[in-house]
C-alpha cells in the first residue's frame, strides 16, 4: 500500500512516462533515455523551486515502471502514491529530432497502467494545498476522466490544458467542463481561441473573470508569459529542446504563488525554470541549472498559515 504522504505543497495527477529520445530514430543506434509527463515535469520544476511535491499515478511493473519511480525521486517528487500495476505496461513515448531541430512525438499509451487510475481517494487522503493536473489526464481513460472532476470538485485545482491534436475537440470540451472548478488556470495563448474564445491576453482576462473566480497566467512560448497588467519576456537565451517548458514555468509558477509571492513574481520564477529546460535536452534536464537563488527566494516567503485542499481553503 501507498505510504502516506503529509503536507504537501503540490501533487500532480497524472501519466509518467519513459521518453527514448534520438536524432533520426529511423536509423539511430543510440537513444537517450528519461522520464516525462506534464504532472511530473510540473511536480519537479515546483521541487527545485522549493515545494514539497508528490505524484498520483499508476506504472507497470516493468523495468521503465522502476525507472519512473527511481527518477521521480531523484527529481525530488514523492513517490508515495505511485501505484504499480501488476498487468498493465508502463507508457511511452519516442521523441524524433528532425534535421532541423524540430522534434517529433510518438506517444504509446493506450492500454498503459495509468489509463486505469479511477481512485481520487488516494489524493484526497493526502491533502495537498493544491492538486496540479494537465487536459491530457482526463483524456486517458473512463476511470482518470472520473477521478480528474471527483479533485476537481473538492480540491484547489491548478489546470494546464495542454491540448493535443490526437485528442481532437473531445478535448477541448473537457477542458471547458472544468473551467468552473479551476483556481488557477495555466494557459497557453495558442489554447485560448479554442477554450474561450480569445485572441490576445487581454481578452483571456477578461473572459475569464467574466465567468470563472479563480487566476490565470498566460504562457506566450518567446514571447514570454502575461498576467493581468503585466507581460513578462522570455529570459530564455539558448533554444536546445523546447519541450517541457511550459510544465518547468508553470511548476515554478504554482511554487512562488503558494509561497505568498505576487503573480509577477511568481512568474518571473516560472520563466526562469522554463528558460533552463529550454536550454537542454530532454523535458527537466535543465532544471538542475536553475540558480538556487530563486529557491531561497521562495522559500523565504511562506505564509504564517497553511491552505488544505478543499475549495474553502486560501489560497496562500
Known amino acids: 500500500m501507498p505510504q502516506a504522504v503529509n503536507r504537501l505543497d503540490i501533487l500532480g495527477f497524472g501519466e509518467a512516462m519513459v521518453l527514448f529520445e534520438a536524432r533520426g530514430l529511423e536509423a539511430a543506434s543510440n537513444v537517450d533515455v528519461s522520464v516525462a509527463g506534464a504532472e511530473l515535469n510540473l511536480c519537479a520544476a515546483a521541487a527545485r523551486a522549493g515545494a514539497s511535491t508528490a505524484l498520483c499515478t499508476r506504472v507497470g511493473d516493468d523495468p521503465l515502471g522502476r525507472r519512473v519511480l527511481a527518477e521521480a525521486e531523484a527529481l ?5 502514491l505511485i501505484q504499480v500495476d501488476p498487468t498493465r505496461p508502463t507508457g511511452l513515448f519516442l521523441k524524433d529530432i528532425q534535421p532541423d531541430g524540430q522534434r517529433r512525438v510518438h506517444y504509446y499509451r493506450r492500454g498503459s497502467a495509468a489509463s486505469a487510475m479511477d481512485d481520487a481517494s488516494l489524493v ?17 481513460g473512463d476511470g482518470p476522466l472520473s477521478a480528474v472532476f471527483e479533485l476537481a470538485r473538492s480540491c484547489r485545482l491548478a489546470f494546464d490544458p495542454n491540448f493535443r491534436p490526437a485528442f481532437g475537440v473531445a ?12 483556481d488557477i488556470l495555466i494557459l497557453g495563448m495558442d489554447e485560448a481561441g479554442p477554450l474561450l474564445g480569445a485572441a490576445t491576453p487581454e481578452e483571456v482576462f477578461a473572459a475569464f473573470r467574466s465567468s470563472f473566480s479563480g487566476e490565470v497566467v498566460v504562457k506566450a ?3 514570454g508569459c502575461y498576467v493581468p497588467g503585466a507581460h513578462l519576456p522570455s529570459v530564455a537565451t539558448s533554444i536546445v529542446d523546447p519541450v517541457g517548458a511550459g510544465d518547468a514555468f508553470g ?4 511554487a512562488a504563488r503558494l509561497r505568498g509571492l505576487s503573480q509577477v513574481d511568481a512568474a518571473r520564477l516560472g520563466n526562469e525554470l522554463a528558460a533552463c529546460v529550454i536550454a537542454a535536452p530532454g523535458d527537466t534536464a535543465g ?30
Open 76 to 80: 525530488g517528487v514523492s513517490t508515495a
Open 124 to 140: 484526497l487522503q493526502a491533502d495537498p494545498r493544491l492538486v496540479a493536473i494537465s487536459g491530457i489526464t482526463p483524456m486517458l
Open 171 to 182: 478535448q477541448i470540451e473537457v477542458a471547458r467542463e472544468l473551467l468552473p472548478h479551476v
Open 221 to 223: 512560448g518567446p514571447d
Open 251 to 254: 511548476g515554478g509558477y504554482l
Open 287 to 316: 532544471l538542475a541549472d536553475w540558480s538556487p537563488a530563486g529557491q531561497a527566494a521562495t522559500q523565504n516567503r511562506l505564509p504564517s498559515g497553511s491552505a488544505g485542499t478543499t475549495k474553502s481553503a486560501p489560497s496562500g
